[in-house]
Structure formats: structure tokens, C-alpha cells
């Protein structure tokens, strides 16, 4: 029996876009079932009705939902590329660095936007940002998942891609490159990746979207 | 100095630590305990876990792993031989089991500090704010013995320390939450027949008198 694999998602997310690096990493195909986030469809409050809230991976009719409960998901189910190291110490490294990314950083970055860089709230940012700054020194290697991307690598799109978008958008600075020089190669080689790349926004959409958005303080 | 090849860094009354002493208990691993004081914490916590300088922390052959959730994950996969599995083997099952520890991540914490630490209005509305929650676990649970499926797991292991809480939600909140959530009620009761949770979880009264000391540390 084919495998039916349907993303619930937006193009411009970047939570959509963790899952569709793990779906092309894996090399699986899927349909994107395009939400009106104004106006959430009946499938999408059935499939998440705890969150209402998009990514949801609906697999042979089973719904996943969460951006990094999916991508372990899809990591369990197909084999093939790893998304995940298989040492059980390495996991957990994995598992925490992508956490600290979603419970610390993402947070962090957020307020630097909503407050147009204010200088404490980036002075905050930068805090969470050394941690993954010296993470990348001490691994001396391309990606936090060493040669290839993993897991972290996945969890930090939106510091890839997003983070320049919103910067430009409203002139503000919150990952320099000369603070933070590591970040900002690794940054340049993921969105490189074919698998991250494809399934990128385009970046004046996304641009358009943060000035629309946060534009005009 | 007994080598110990696996060390606890925890806080008896911390609900995180406890999922890790609930796991380690029902894999039946023996580790070496030790009680840290958030007030003053050790050289080994801080060089642990540099990041959040948080426990639990566990150190197994040396090396740490932080993040409790994380810890419980680890000694499922590192004590796999043993039984029972923490997490389901099924892939979608597992799926389940992690999403709904991150939920008991993203939702009881704050939502349940929120009722002890705020008064009036704004305690009204975290109390509501807080069935809520617990009103989703309880449909959840529906018939199921368990959060995910038939087994005691992840999920359970997430959420039963909370349990300790409720005395004193019931009391600060004027709440009755096993009323409200009979489902829930049963599903702790059912959790503390394992020895494992009676052994690892700290007494709800002496949580309770903590937190009286901490509003009273206020002035609330």
C-alpha cells in the first residue's frame, strides 16, 4: 500500500519548513494542504485539536503534531538518512540543543522583532546565541550535526533564513557577523543544503511579510 | 570516594527530578543521589549543565545529560535490555508519548504557579485557565488506562509528579480538581500502585508548606 503523507502547513513558516527538510531528507513525497491561518480549516481542528496550530503531519490518515515531535516522527517511521545520531548520549545532546533553540532562543529572537531591536532585548538575544556560537566553535565542524545536518540544524531554520529576513525588514541587527561569525557561516551552508532550499519561502515574500507585520513602530 | 557511574544531581521536591527517579527506578538502575541547594549550587551542577545551571542532571560514565524529559528518554534508550519500555516501540505511538509530555511541558508548570503566586481576578482566571488544561488531559485519558494507550509510559512519567501539586492548588485555588477531573483522579491513583512513583515523588504536604512559605517570603 502507498504511503499517504499530507503537511498541513503554511509556505512561509518556518516550523512547516523544519518538517519538509526531514520529508526531502528522507526523500518522501507529500502533498502541502495550504492553510488559511485566518480561517482554519475543518481537517486542521480535527487533526490538532489541542494546539490548532500548524505544522500537523498527517500520516495514512494519522495526524503528528508539532514541528519537532514530527521530525522525530519521520526519523522513526523512514530510515535512510538519519535525522537523528544514533548513540543514545549524542540523542539526548541533539534533543537538548534543539530544545534550548525552541524553549530559549526562538523566544528571545521573537522580542528582538516585536521591540524593532531594542538594545537590552538583543542584548538578551545575543546571551542565547552565544550558547550556540560556542557550541559551533567546540564542534569545529560545518553543522551541530557535524558533516550533515541533524535534528539542531533542522530546529534552527528560522536563524538561517527567517532572522535576515526580519532584520532587513526593519533595520535591525541582531545576528552580526562579527559577534557572531560561526553562526552566520552555518547559516549560509544550511539554507545551501537542496533539501533546506527547496523548501524555502521566497525572500522578498518573506521580507514583505515581516514589514507588513512589524513595520511602522 | 565510591566511583559511581551514575549520579543524580536533583532537588527532592523538584517535579523534574522526580520523572528522572520515577525512570531510574522503573528500569531498576542503581545511581548515586545527590541533593543539590539552589541557593548555593556545586561546582559539579554548574559544569554539568553550563547552560541552564538547572537540575536534574544526570552523569552517566562522566558525561551529562540535562533536561528531564531528555533524562527519561536517555535511560529508556541506554537501559533498553530492561523492562519495561518507557517509550511505546510503536512509531506513532511514540509520537504520541512526545507529543503529550511536551504538552505537560508547555502547560502545567506556569499554568499551575500562575494560581499560587496571583490573587483575585487574575488568580480567577488562571484557576480557568488551569481546569482547562487538565480537562484536556482528562479526555485524553478517555477510557485508556494510561495517557498513551495500555502501558505506563513517557507521558505518565511526564505528568504524574504534578500530582503533588494538586493538595496544594486545591487549597491556595479553592479548587477540587479530582472532582472536576474524576478521569485524572483515577489515572494517579492507578499511577501510585507502581513503587517506583511512591518512592520518587515528595510529600504534597511538605510542598504545600513550602509554597506558604514562599508567598509569605512575598508578603502575599
Known amino acids: 500500500m502507498a504511503d499517504e ?93 534543539a530544545k534550548f533553540i525552541d524553549d530559549k532562543c526562538m523566544p528571545a529572537i521573537f522580542k528582538t522583532i516585536g521591540s524593532h531591536g531594542q ?3 538583543v542584548a538578551e538575544a545575543h546571551e542565547q546565541l552565544q550558547f550556540l556560537e560556542n557550541e559551533l566553535n567546540v564542534k569545529g565542524k560545518k553543522f551541530f550535526g557535524g558533516d550533515n545536518i541533524n535534528l539542531v540544524d533542522i530546529a534552527a531554520t528560522f536563524i538561517a533564513y527567517w532572522l535576515g529576513a526580519a532584520e532587513e525588514a526593519l533595520g535591525i541587527k541582531v ?5 557572531f561569525p560561526k553562526i552566520t557561516e552555518w547559516g549560509g551552508n544550511y539554507i545551501n543544503c537542496q533539501v533546506v532550499k527547496e523548501g524555502l519561502p521566497p525572500r522578498d515574500a518573506l521580507v514583505g511579510f515581516f514589514k507588513k507585520r512589524f513595520g511602522n513602530a | 570516594m565510591a566511583d559511581s557511574d551514575v ?36 561546582p559539579l551542577l554548574l559544569e554539568m ?6 537540575i536534574p542532571v544526570l552523569i552517566h560514565h562522566g558525561k551529562p545529560v540535562c533536561e528531564s524529559n531528555i533524562i527519561v528518554q536517555y535511560i529508556d534508550e541506554t537501559w533498553h535490555a530492561n523492562s519495561p519500555p518507557l517509550l511505546p516501540s510503536d512509531p506513532y505511538l511514540r509520537a504520541q508519548a512526545r507529543f503529550w509530555a511536551d504538552f505537560v511541558d508547555k502547560k502545567i508548570y506556569e ?14 482566571a488562571a484557576k480557568k485557565e488551569f481546569m482547562d488544561v487538565l480537562k484536556v488531559l482528562e479526555g485524553q485519558l478517555g477510557e485508556k488506562p494510561y495517557l498513551v494507550g495500555e502501558s505506563f509510559g513517557f507521558a505518565d512519567i511526564a505528568m504524574i509528579p504534578f500530582c503533588i501539586w494538586f493538595y496544594t492548588l486545591n487549597k ?49
Open chain 1, 5 to 97: 503523507v499530507k503537511l498541513y502547513g503554511v509556505p512561509g513558516s518556518p516550523y512547516v519548513s523544519r518538517v519538509t527538510t526531514a520529508l526531502k531528507l528522507k526523500g518522501i513525497n507529500y502533498e502541502l494542504v495550504v492553510e488559511d491561518l485566518s480561517n482554519k480549516s475543518a481537517d486542521l481542528l480535527k487533526y490538532n485539536p489541542v494546539h490548532k496550530k500548524i505544522p500537523v503531519l498527517v500520516h495514512n490518515g494519522k495526524p503528528i503534531s508539532e514541528s519537532l515531535v514530527i521530525v522525530e516522527y519521520i526519523d522513526d517511521v523512514w530510515k535512510g538518512v538519519p535525522v537523528l545520531p544514533q548513540d543514545a548520549y549524542e540523542k539526548a545532546q541533539a534533543r537538548f540543543w
Open chain 1, 119 to 121: 538594545e537590552q532585548v
Open chain 1, 175 to 179: 545576528l552580526s557577523k562579527d559577534k
Open chain 2, 7 to 42: 549520579i543524580l544531581l536533583d532537588l527532592w521536591i523538584s517535579v523534574f527530578g522526580a520523572r528522572v527517579r520515577i525512570a531510574l527506578a522503573e528500569k531498576g538502575v542503581k545511581y548515586e543521589y545527590r541533593e543539590e541547594k539552589l541557593d548555593d549550587k556545586s
Open chain 2, 49 to 54: 549543565n553550563p547552560v541552564h545551571k538547572k
Open chain 2, 111 to 124: 499554568g499551575a504557579k500562575k494560581i499560587w503566586t496571583t490573587k483575585g481576578e487574575e488568580q480567577e
Open chain 2, 172 to 220: 491556595i485555588g479553592n479548587m477540587n480538581i479530582e472532582k472536576e477531573c474524576p478521569k485524572l483522579a483515577a489515572w494517579v491513583k492507578r499511577c501510585m500502585e507502581r513503587e517506583s512513583v511512591t518512592k520518587s515523588l515528595p510529600d504534597a504536604h511538605k510542598f504545600y508548606e513550602l509554597v506558604l512559605e514562599m508567598q509569605k517570603k512575598k508578603g502575599q
